[in-house]
């Protein structure tokens, strides 16, 4: 077997007690960017930095807003006999009430592919490591939503993931415009290209 | 509109009141803040109620601009570390905004009707009306500070000059703080020259002084008066006698 493509392990993995690793999501929100309305020639990726995320113009991502930590994030490698290997990702979160405009949010999520921008508690050092991406090579897709008046406070749960027989190259990718602070205003301007 | 500018006036007031005062009134902000954003406040989260207030501060600044969606916040330009958002809009940042790209006007959900003169000159361009009610604000708040002014510089007590020179200049400046000069001369001019609050007890004295004078005066003149009447009537009486004498003589004569 040709192992043109296969890289070799380059660099330590060391553990710093000065960086030690914190979990949960941190911000209460979730960055949504529909997946065509992402620039991929204006965008600037290295490897698993993406440094310059760009949305075309008139358009922006949405905020998904949770409650306590009731939202994650995660990615698992996933072998592939037939298929590419690669890490499939996975966000799951909740709509909180079920209003009208809420079962239309629902049927969007349903019928679109997108793209997720998180921000985690573990930052890093310079707080370079913010911000993780999930979905940019492939995009996710709905792949569970449950709703029960009797559950969950009656919010609806629900996990955008990589689809079948997509991957990633990455277990996530880190979204770093610059430094900390230009990136949160990034962020919280929902990647907005007006 | 009288009704809702003094339910404005009130919240503004709460707001910059004290901790006390905003949590007495929490539902009052609460209200008021979903009627102005949309979003509903969670009374036990201290950062959702300091983000209210921060908020609610925001839109009492009377900006004139505000975004459709209530929770858009953008950046003005690429690479800039900080967003403009609806809790956080000023006409200035708003202005700015308009003025990197004159399109984004669709974002916004209300603005002035004069914004593309706003984003050409930059500056705040006033209503008759405007200016009106600027200038009555000024004038009212001149008038309070120029009350509080002259409170400060007024004096319970008047001053008695004999005293205040046998001060000397340093402790003269102690006393009257208020007062400003170089010479005891021209201090001491210019304190008995301040306002007093309480009447002036330093003349009662001299009141009565004056008013035993005046009567030693009066005294003197009803004793004059008396004394000239007096003198008046030894004359008459003297005439009298005078004239009763001759009289008698001529008598005396014709009989003889």
């Known amino acids: 077997m040709s192992s043109n493509c296969a890289p070799k392990l380059t660099a330590d993995v060391l553990y710093d007690c000065a960086d030690k690793p914190k979990k949960g999501l941190d911000g209460g929100k979730a960055i949504i960017i529909n997946w065509d309305d992402v620039d991929r020639s204006g965008s600037t990726v290295t490897a698993a930095i993406i440094s310059d995320l760009v949305t075309k113009s008139g358009t922006s991502g949405f905020a998904a807003e949770w409650f306590k930590d009731l939202a994650s994030a995660n990615s698992a490698f996933a072998p592939n006999t037939e298929d590419v290997d690669g890490f499939l990702h996975n966000f799951l979160c909740r709509i909180p009430v079920s209003s009208a405009e809420n079962a239309e949010r629902a049927r969007e999520l ?10 985690t ?42 689809e079948e027989g997509d991957t990633e190259s990455y277990p996530y990718n880190v979204f770093l415009e610059t430094d900390y602070a230009t990136s949160k205003a990034t962020f919280d301007s929902a990647f907005a290209t007006v | 509109m009288s009704i809702k500018f003094n339910q404005e006036k009130s919240i503004l007031e709460i707001i910059e009141g004290t901790q006390k005062e905003i949590l007495s009134n929490i539902d009052l902000l609460a209200k008021d803040y979903l009627e102005k954003t949309g979003k509903k406040l969670n009374k036990g989260c201290p950062a959702c109620v300091i983000e209210m207030l921060l908020t609610l501060k925001n839109q009492y600044k009377m900006t004139k601009f505000k975004f459709k969606r209530h929770a858009a916040s953008y950046k003005n330009k690429k690479g800039d570390k900080t967003t403009i958002s609806n809790s956080t809009m ?16 669709k974002l916004f959900s209300e603005f ?64 009257f703080p208020m007062v400003k000069d170089g010479s005891i001369k021209g201090f001491i001019a210019k304190v008995m020259k301040l306002p007093v609050e309480e009447p002036k007890k330093e003349e009662v004295p001299e009141t009565t002084e004056k008013k035993e004078v005046t009567e030693t005066t009066e005294t003197t003149e009803t004793a004059e008066n008396v004394e000239t009447s007096e003198t008046k009537k030894e004359d008459v009486e003297a005439d009298a006698t005078a004239e009763a004498t001759k009289a008698a003589d001529e008598a005396n004569k014709v009989e003889e």
């Not at chain 1, 019928?111 to 921008?117: A, E, H, L, S, T």
């Not at chain 1, 996710?140 to 009797?150: F, Q």
């Not at chain 2, 006409?91 to 308009?98: M, Q, S, V």
């Open chain 1, 110 to 119: 349903s019928q679109g592919r997108f793209i997720v921008v998180v921000e």
């Open chain 2, 90 to 105: 000023t006409d200035e940042k708003a202005i700015e905004f308009l003025k990197t790209n004159p399109e984004r006007i």
């Open chain 2, 112 to 175: 002035p009707k004069d914004w593309e003169i706003l984003i050409i000159t930059g500056a705040k361009v006033e209503t008759p009306e405007e200016k009106a009610n600027r200038i009555a604000i000024e004038a009212e708040l001149k008038a309070k500070e120029d009350a509080e002014k002259l409170k400060a510089m007024t004096l319970k007590t008047k001053p008695v000059k004999k005293d205040l020179e046998k001060m000397k200049l340093a402790d003269l400046r102690k006393a």
């Open chain 1, 121 to 162: 508690k573990y930052k890093g050092a310079l707080d370079a490591e913010a911000f993780k991406v999930f979905g940019w090579e492939s995009g996710v897709k709905l792949s569970e939503m449950t709703y029960n008046t009797l559950e969950n406070s009656a919010s609806m749960l629900y996990t955008v993931a990589t």
